[in-house]
């Protein structure tokens, strides 16, 4: 069983930046790819970026270039680091461990607006 908890979500302008951290239990969270996807309301949840076990990354089209996604295996965390944020990026960013089973953080609301 892994739990994971995100954290650093809020309301920011057009332009500004956010840092969200997920923090994982267990004992083999270098072996998991981890990733960031986030649901917009009316819309499903779309992958925006994956970082594997051995530090290889992918984004979506829409974040390459703003987004940077970057983990720290003796904290058993993951970071997504959003600069530039439009008021498209406002959802709903889930965490995911892919552990064989995957499994998914609570969620934290992230809203761009002016």
């Known amino acids: 069983q892994v739990q994971l908890v995100e954290s650093g979500g809020g309301l920011v302008q057009p332009g500004g930046s956010l840092r969200l951290s997920c923090a994982a239990s267990?004992?083999?969270?270098?072996?998991?790819?981890m990733g960031w996807y986030r649901q917009a309301p009316g819309k499903q949840r779309e992958l925006v970026a994956i970082?594997?076990?051995?530090?290889?990354?992918n984004y979506a089209d829409s974040v390459k270039g703003r987004f940077t996604i970057s983990r720290d295996n003796a904290k058993n965390t993951v970071w997504l680091q959003m600069n530039s944020l439009k008021p498209d990026d406002t959802a709903v960013y889930y965490c995911?461990?892919?552990?064989?089973?995957?499994?998914w953080g609570q969620g934290t609301q992230v809203t761009v607006s002016s």
């Open positions: 267990g004992r083999l969270f270098s072996m998991y790819s």
């Open positions: 970082i594997t076990s051995g530090g290889s990354t």
């Open positions: 995911y461990a892919d552990a064989l089973v995957s499994y």
